[in-house]
């Protein structure tokens, strides 16, 4: 066998069907032929090994979600990457019901030509929970999942540094970070409207907190807990489930056993600083596992 079919072969069977009986290990087989064989990096063969006892794990996601290149195809062009998950984004919002979603679709017809200025950064807490809801979300959602996954790498995470740290609380401002995707200073440019991508570690809370911006939340791993007064009781819902907040009304989120992962979106006031309002059960919701 020439080393050219070899290689095809051997690439096959790294996309051995996800979810079927060893498939992980076939696909670590592959990967260390391909690795022994000078075609693939120790970073990417350790992916396959760190998920050849997860069969329902993709590792192409956690190849993306970790800048990594997935083999078998070329090295992917940030500008097309992002306008595909805008593109992706855009249909899957067109499924959410509810005045907000059509409020943030009135704002994507906002942003002003293609993508430019990309600067991406990588962040821990995205290398870190980020492949693990991606892994939720591709049983459900493949298209949007391997979008995001293929982005990821491209984008510039933020850890959100504004709040004082000893009133939103220690978890939150080490345990999440975000990336804008539309936006004044984002890869796509848009006037007084933002939206993006948004990640929570497990288990962390969101303490109550408001802002002038109306926001929507379209979560797509959960189940997770919300609320919309302090010292209210929570409201645990799935994935998928959309969270509008008008302006100025108070919301808390408390992340579940899967890291939260949502789409963003801002569709005014955009400049105006977000503030947090004190709670007498941050302690309990601290503890809380849902």
């Known amino acids: 066998m020439n080393a050219w079919r070899f290689k095809a072969m051997t690439e096959d ?6 979810g079927e009986k060893g498939s992980g290990r076939v696909r670590y087989g592959a990967a260390m032929a391909l690795y022994q ?7 990417v063969l350790e992916v396959y090994r760190e ?7 993709d590792p192409i996601t956690v190849l993306a979600a970790r800048g990594l290149p997935v083999p078998g195809q070329p090295p992917s062009d940030g500008v097309a990457v992002l306008s595909a998950l805008v593109a992706e984004i855009g249909r899957y919002l067109a499924m959410l019901p509810g005045d907000g979603p059509v409020e943030v679709r009135q704002g994507l017809a906002r942003r002003a030509g293609p993508v430019t200025g990309i600067a ?3 962040n821990p807490v995205v290398a870190a929970h980020l492949p693990v809801a991606l892994a939720a979300l591709v049983a459900t959602h493949p298209a949007l999942a391997y979008a995001i996954a293929a982005s990821a790498a491209h984008l510039n995470w933020i850890t959100y540094d504004g709040y004082p740290r000893d009133r939103i609380g220690d978890a939150f401002a080490t345990g999440h970070a975000f990336a804008q995707l539309i936006g004044q200073d984002a890869p796509i440019r848009a006037p007084d409207f933002d939206l993006g991508l948004f990640v929570i570690a497990p288990h962390v809370l969101y303490r109550d907190h408001h802002h002038a911006a109306p926001e929507l939340y379209a979560p797509l791993t959960g189940p997770h807990g919300w609320r919309f007064q302090p010292d209210a009781p929570l409201v645990v819902t799935p994935a998928h489930q959309p969270v509008w907040n008008p302006a ?5 989120t408390k992340v579940g056993p899967v890291p939260f992962l949502c789409i963003y979106a801002w569709t005014r006031d955009t400049d105006a600083l977000a503030h947090v309002i004190p709670a007498s059960d941050w302690p309990a919701l601290e503890a809380l596992r849902l």
Do not use: I, Q
């Open 248 to 252: 100025n009304r108070p919301h808390l």
């Open 13 to 18: 069977l790294l996309h051995f069907a996800v």
């Open 120 to 122: 991406p950064r990588a």
């Open 51 to 57: 998920l050849s006892a997860h069969d329902t794990r």
């Open 37 to 43: 064989a000078g075609h693939m990096s120790a970073e």
